[in-house]
């Protein structure tokens, strides 16, 4: 049968232009939202894809997060010879529905560019009774805080007027029906990433309120072939319309990327997580060593002792574990073991162990680099490197889109079987380096910017290939990609796959027109309250995104007040820390090991919970609700910049058990709600725990 049915709606095929298929809200049949058909220019002439004979492809298959996979497929009216197949990943209990297109042909044809960008327009729908519509950005990069950080911007009458474009990834949209009836709320997204303003994909505003999601560069190279033996599958897509408000909307879309989007269910688990790299600058700026003179066998058994009082279960050596990059086998000048005593401590404490990477370097006498010289990066026919690595050995730059891509994937799977490590942390890629006509972006017969915004957009769909291979393997596997810095590829795409490390030690004085010298460039490196309002800042993503996927690194410096801070921010769900762990006093210690061992009885709510944010971040008060409505468990965090009284009341009901970390007090109003009294006497925080007793 040519229909999917969950709880929230219903997907029909018409196959036609203006309608190939259409969403309807199962509790209204009047809220009926049409998507049409995608167009692609083939052989030079505008294609839209109108579909005959639409059928199931196979019969719709269970997947290992909860969602079923559907796949339809139909023959161009246009072009005899080539199909669609429609691909849709649906939960019951979500409104969000994924999909992705996948055009074939029996002969072969060629997209092509006759107007010299991309011409192919995925989706289109109509908006019309969408008076409230706005624009929700995940990749813009504050220098502010050096962060990205989500924002969401009104689409005026006039945008769709002067038809404007816009990057996303997300639209969204709500309308009132009538006083009795509530509102109907939608919101359209695609699945890539980028920094803003430099779109690969966007927002086409119409007449009459219509929006299209249209390729913009990079989604293919003039006379790219589509034959029996080549495919073209888009980027995934997603839908959702609900009978309520974008607010209602975005606590179901919250709920799928955390348990829907990816199949790489451990990416979604609220561990703990350290990193030694701290420590390592720490010693280079401050005690004038060098970045890896920390990074050896005994130092990282006298952390994990630390780490694992302090109840950290993830713990990560940065770089420097490594004797060369390609190969990635463990430095036994440093660890002559080989990591074993590391692993074996780590697993009597039932602590996991990550290591860093930098997914493009090869050692120039790796064996990585022998065997891939043909991979290597270039641009204008000049090859990338060597260059220097933390202290290593000089390495050459693979391209992730060539067929380095596998050869790197197996080499994280043999690290999980051999070493034992589960949680790997990418640094350092860069999203444009690659125009070479050798690789999987472009061939000789495309021109060398073609080749480089191909490059551009197929290194993260190339990056979840990896990740995907790795976890398909590994399931107990975490990869997380550093984008401390901007121009690296943020979006929706790479959370299909895996998470966000967001912030190290945020702005560098260059942020603020401020010159140095040889000195750590980073300005917040110190305890005390200014760091934390730096990293609080991009909790605004845990609206649409679950602030768990964007780990953020927290100082755990002495003093208590300090530590008090910043375990209030970490347990919001960013989960990070790193500092000098051997310098941390006895009672700061177990101060860590108490508040963190608090918060892993309720942090499964705290993650399940949609945010309540009151107060800007660095005000008095700033307070943040984390709690579970299903539940009544979770945490409310209170912060203050000066001494004072204040009280707040949870949107939520809030569990009768509750433990408080100072002052607070604690009563329920007759709704069921926490009403908190929390007193300051100088600027610090409060944390009040529902659902243990303390």
Same mark, same amino acid.
């Given at each position: 049968?040519?229909?999917?049915?969950?709880?929230?709606?219903?997907?029909?095929?018409?196959?036609?232009?203006?309608?190939?298929?259409?969403?309807?809200?199962?509790?209204?049949?009047?809220?009926?939202?049409?998507?049409?058909?995608?167009?692609?220019?083939?052989?030079?002439?505008?294609?839209?894809?109108?579909?005959?004979?639409?059928?199931?492809?196979?019969?719709?298959?269970?997947?290992?997060?909860?969602?079923?996979?559907?796949?339809?497929?139909?023959?161009?009216?246009?072009?005899?010879?080539?199909?669609?197949?429609?691909?849709?990943?649906?939960?019951?209990?979500?409104?969000?529905?994924?999909?992705?297109?996948?055009?074939?042909?029996?002969?072969?044809?060629?997209?092509?560019?006759?107007?010299?960008?991309?011409?192919?327009?995925?989706?289109?729908?109509?908006?019309?009774?969408?008076?409230?519509?706005?624009?929700?950005?995940?990749?813009?990069?504050?220098?502010?805080?050096?962060?990205?950080?989500?924002?969401?911007?009104?689409?005026?009458?006039?945008?769709?007027?002067?038809?404007?474009?816009?990057?996303?990834?997300?639209?969204?949209?709500?309308?009132?029906?009538?006083?009795?009836?509530?509102?109907?709320?939608?919101?359209?997204?695609?699945?890539?990433?980028?920094?803003?303003?430099?779109?690969?994909?966007?927002?086409?505003?119409?007449?009459?309120?219509?929006?299209?999601?249209?390729?913009?560069?990079?989604?293919?190279?003039?006379?790219?072939?589509?034959?029996?033996?080549?495919?073209?599958?888009?980027?995934?897509?997603?839908?959702?319309?609900?009978?309520?408000?974008?607010?209602?909307?975005?606590?179901?879309?919250?709920?799928?990327?955390?348990?829907?989007?990816?199949?790489?269910?451990?990416?979604?688990?609220?561990?703990?997580?350290?990193?030694?790299?701290?420590?390592?600058?720490?010693?280079?700026?401050?005690?004038?060593?060098?970045?890896?003179?920390?990074?050896?066998?005994?130092?990282?058994? /006298?952390?994990? #002792?630390?780490?694992? *009082?302090?109840?950290? @279960? =993830?713990? !990560?050596?940065?770089?420097? +574990?490594?004797?060369?990059?390609?190969?990635?086998?463990?430095?036994?000048?440093?660890?002559?073991?080989?990591?074993?005593?590391?692993?074996?401590?780590?697993?009597?404490?039932?602590?996991?162990?990550?290591?860093?990477?930098?997914?493009?370097?090869?050692?120039?006498?790796?064996?990585?680099?022998?065997?891939?010289?043909?991979?290597?990066?270039?641009?204008?026919?000049?090859?990338?490197?060597?260059?220097?690595?933390?202290?290593?050995?000089?390495?050459?730059?693979?391209?992730?889109?060539?067929?380095?891509?596998? /050869?790197?994937? #197996?080499?994280?799977? *043999?690290?999980?079987? @051999? =070493?034992? !490590?589960?949680?790997?942390? +990418?640094?350092?890629?860069?999203?444009?380096?690659?125009?070479?006509?050798?690789?999987?972006?472009?061939?000789?017969?495309?021109?060398?910017?073609?080749?480089?915004?191909?490059?551009?957009?197929?290194?993260?769909?190339?990056?979840?290939?990896?990740?995907?291979?790795?976890?398909?393997?590994?399931?107990?596997?975490?990869?997380?990609?550093?984008?401390?810095?901007?121009?690296?590829?943020?979006?929706?795409?790479?959370?299909?796959?895996?998470?966000?490390?967001?912030?190290?030690?945020?702005?560098?004085?260059?942020?603020?027109?401020?010159?140095?010298?040889?000195?750590?460039?980073?300005?917040?490196?110190?305890?005390?309250?200014?760091?934390?309002?730096?990293?609080?800042?991009?909790?605004?993503?845990?609206?649409?995104?679950?602030?768990?996927?964007?780990?953020?690194?927290?100082?755990?410096?002495?003093?208590?007040?300090?530590?008090?801070?910043?375990?209030?921010?970490?347990?919001?769900?960013?989960?990070?820390?790193?500092?000098?762990?051997?310098?941390?006093?006895?009672?700061?210690?177990?101060?860590?090991?108490?508040?963190?061992?608090?918060?892993?009885?309720?942090?499964?709510?705290?993650?399940?919970?949609?945010?309540?944010?009151?107060?800007?971040?660095?005000?008095?008060?700033?307070?943040?609700?984390?709690?579970?409505?299903?539940?009544?468990?979770?945490?409310?965090?209170?912060?203050?910049?000066?001494?004072?009284?204040?009280?707040?009341?949870?949107?939520?009901?809030?569990?009768?058990?509750?433990?408080?970390?100072?002052?607070?007090?604690?009563?329920?109003?007759?709704?069921?709600?926490?009403?908190?009294?929390?007193?300051?006497?100088?600027?610090?925080?409060?944390?009040?725990?529902?659902?243990?007793?303390?």
């Amino acid at each position: 049968m040519n229909k999917i049915t969950t709880h929230f709606y219903e997907i029909t095929f018409d196959g036609s232009v203006d309608a190939l298929w259409t969403y309807t809200v199962a509790s209204d049949s009047r809220a009926a939202h049409s998507v049409a058909a995608p167009v692609f220019e083939i052989d030079g002439t505008p294609v839209a894809a109108s579909l005959q004979n639409i059928s199931p492809v196979r019969p719709p298959e269970t997947l290992g997060n909860g969602t079923t996979e559907y796949a339809f497929t139909g023959r161009l009216a246009e072009m005899p010879g080539m199909s669609l197949e429609m691909i849709f990943r649906a939960a019951d209990d979500s409104p969000v529905v994924r999909f992705c297109y996948v055009l074939r042909s029996e002969k072969q044809h060629r997209l092509t560019r006759t107007s010299g960008s991309d011409s192919l327009s995925y989706m289109k729908l109509s908006m019309l009774d969408m008076h409230d519509a706005f624009e929700v950005r995940f990749s813009e990069f504050n220098e502010f805080v050096h962060s990205f950080t989500l924002s969401e911007r009104k689409i005026e009458d006039r945008d769709f007027e002067n038809e404007l474009h816009l990057m996303g990834p997300m639209v969204a949209g709500q309308c009132s029906k009538c006083p009795f009836c509530g509102d109907i709320s939608l919101l359209a997204a695609y699945e890539h990433g980028s920094q803003i303003p430099d779109a690969f994909v966007g927002f086409a505003l119409g007449q009459y309120r219509t929006i299209s999601i249209n390729a913009v560069k990079g989604n293919y190279y003039n006379g790219r072939i589509i034959d029996a033996g080549n495919p073209f599958d888009t980027i995934w897509f997603e839908f959702a319309a609900i009978d309520g408000d974008t607010d209602m909307l975005a606590g179901h879309y919250r709920k799928f990327v955390l348990n829907y989007m990816t199949l790489n269910a451990a990416s979604r688990k609220p561990y703990i997580f350290y990193n030694t790299w701290a420590h390592q600058e720490r010693n280079k700026w401050w005690n004038g060593k060098k970045f890896l003179d920390s990074m050896h066998q005994e130092r990282m058994l /006298a952390e994990i #002792d630390i780490a694992h *009082r302090m109840g950290i @279960e =993830v713990f !990560v050596l940065d770089t420097g +574990w490594y004797e060369k990059t390609g190969d990635w086998r463990v430095s036994l000048s440093r660890f002559p073991d080989g990591l074993k005593a590391v692993r074996e401590k780590l697993d009597g404490y039932g602590m996991k162990l990550g290591l860093w990477f930098n997914p493009l370097a090869a050692a120039r006498t790796s064996r990585m680099y022998e065997e891939h010289k043909d991979c290597v990066m270039s641009w204008d026919g000049k090859i990338s490197g060597p260059h220097g690595i933390w202290e290593t050995e000089e390495s050459f730059n693979l391209c992730i889109a060539s067929r380095y891509w596998e /050869a790197f994937a #197996d080499e994280l799977i *043999r690290l999980v079987r @051999e =070493v034992g !490590v589960t949680y790997f942390k +990418w640094d350092a890629i860069g999203q444009y380096g690659c125009n070479d006509a050798n690789h999987l972006h472009g061939t000789a017969d495309a021109t060398l910017a073609e080749r480089a915004d191909c490059y551009a957009f197929e290194q993260v769909r190339y990056m979840t290939r990896v990740v995907d291979k790795l976890c398909a393997q590994c399931p107990e596997a975490i990869v997380d990609f550093d984008i401390t810095e901007g121009h690296r590829s943020v979006g929706l795409a790479w959370l299909a796959a895996g998470k966000y490390f967001l912030i190290n030690n945020g702005p560098y004085y260059g942020n603020y027109n401020i010159p140095i010298g040889e000195v750590w460039s980073n300005i917040f490196v110190y305890p005390g309250p200014a760091r934390p309002w730096v990293c609080r800042v991009p909790l605004s993503f845990d609206k649409w995104i679950p602030s768990v996927l964007f780990l953020t690194h927290y100082l755990p410096d002495d003093p208590a007040d300090s530590q008090l801070i910043n375990i209030a921010s970490l347990i919001l769900g960013q989960n990070g820390i790193w500092g000098e762990l051997l310098a941390i006093s006895d009672d700061g210690v177990k101060l860590f090991g108490d508040l963190l061992g608090t918060y892993r009885k309720v942090r499964d709510d705290i993650t399940a919970a949609s945010p309540v944010r009151t107060g800007d971040v660095a005000g008095s008060p700033e307070v943040h609700e984390k709690i579970n409505p299903a539940t009544g468990r979770g945490a409310v965090v209170i912060f203050s910049s000066a001494a004072g009284k204040y009280t707040y009341v949870t949107a939520n009901k809030a569990d009768a058990k509750r433990r408080c970390t100072g002052a607070a007090s604690v009563k329920t109003d007759a709704a069921g709600r926490a009403v908190i009294e929390a007193t300051f006497k100088k600027a610090g925080a409060e944390i009040v725990f529902f659902g243990v007793e303390g």
